[in-house]
């Protein structure tokens, strides 16, 4: 598949028997360096259960869960 709002290709994402294609460009959050404040490159891994952030620059690499976790609601 590619993404209507940017062309690239998606990558599809099993979850939960239900299958979604993610745009890694689009669909997933931007997560600067630590470092060098630089965008990072966005990749999803594990058949599309993490998202893998590579700097560009100092090639420091960064993994988080996909979908992010959301924060509590303490309300
Ligand atoms: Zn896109
Ligand atoms: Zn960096």
Redesign the pocket.
Known sequence: MT??????S?VAVTAEEKTADV?P???IPDRMCTWCQLAMIKKLVGNGRYIHYICPKCVFQHTSKYPPVSAPNTS
Do not use: F, H, I
């Open positions: 993404c209507e709002k940017c062309g690239a998606t745009c460009s689009c669909d």
